[in-house]
């Protein structure tokens, strides 16, 4: 079993910064997995923010947020960040932290094996 928590969340303002942090614990994957952010807002289905390998640190993104939002890991810490930036009313959403046992990323929410609880950021405009 793998817990993650995340945290960071809150309300700014557009044009603001936030910076969402995760910490995983219990099981481990060794180094061979992969922790990505979603994002869900009401009455919609979790989408894909970004994703880390946490071995090599290859990241993605989904191109709603390229060139603003920067995910990182603190490999000691076993805590996956998320840098958000110049953010928009349309980045408001709860946040997850999701972790895939393989080195494959992947954008669907449904082939990660474990999720922490979501906190929640709201841009205003």
């Known amino acids: 079993q793998v817990q993650l928590v995340e945290s960071g969340g809150g309300l700014v303002q557009a044009g603001d910064s936030l910076r969402l942090s995760c910490v995983a614990s219990?099981?481990?994957?060794?180094?061979?997995?992969?922790m990505g952010w979603f994002r869900q807002a009401p009455g919609k289905e979790r989408n894909f923010v970004a994703a880390?390998?946490?071995?090599?640190?290859?990241?993605y993104y989904a191109d709603s947020v390229k060139g603003r939002f920067t995910i990182s890991r603190d490999n000691a810490k076993n805590t996956v960040y998320l840098q958000m930036n110049s953010l928009k009313p349309e980045d408001t959403a709860v946040y997850f932290c999701?972790?895939?046992?393989?080195?494959?990323?992947?954008?669907?929410?449904?082939?990660?094996?474990?999720w922490g609880q979501g906190t929640q950021v709201t841009v205003s405009s």
């Open positions: 999701g972790v895939r046992g393989t080195i494959v990323p992947t954008t669907t929410a449904s082939e990660y094996d474990y």
């Open positions: 880390i390998s946490w071995s090599v640190g290859s990241t």
């Open positions: 219990g099981r481990t994957f060794s180094s061979r997995y992969t």
